[in-house]
């Protein structure tokens, strides 16, 4: 787990909370603690340490999260890898991430 956050503001990942039934499988596999469980239900904690992998999304039993995985943060991360540059990614100016 890392506390990194990436840029503000630009997470995808949404929560409703109606649909949460507190089970934590969002919190054990977010790999940057963006969850926690408070009062039987999950809470989003830190958005910006979220990247976007979607973990969470594809392992809620019931359907209460959503994220655009392969968007965003994580893309941004995985583009500069691979070509050796500095993660950007700019979707406050309205054009297409990454």
Same mark, same amino acid.
């Given at each position: 787990? =890392? ?18 039934? $507190? ?13 926690? +469980?408070? *009062? $039987? ?21 019931? *359907? ?13 991360? +995985?583009? $500069?890898?691979?070509?050796? =540059? ?7 100016? $309205?054009? *297409?991430?990454?």
């Amino acid at each position: 787990m =890392t506390n990194d956050v990436y840029l503000k503001d630009v997470a995808t990942l949404k929560l409703d909370s109606k649909k949460c039934i $507190g089970c934590g499988v969002c919190a054990n596999v977010c790999p940057h603690a963006v969850f926690e +469980i408070a *009062d $039987g239900k999950a809470i989003i904690t830190e958005k910006d340490r979220c990247m976007e992998c979607g973990a969470c999304a594809l392992n809620c039993p019931v *359907d209460a999260l959503a994220v655009e995985s392969g968007v965003g943060c994580a893309s941004a991360y +995985i583009k $500069g890898a691979l070509t050796g =540059t500095e993660p950007t990614c700019d979707c406050s100016s $309205g054009s *297409d991430c990454c």
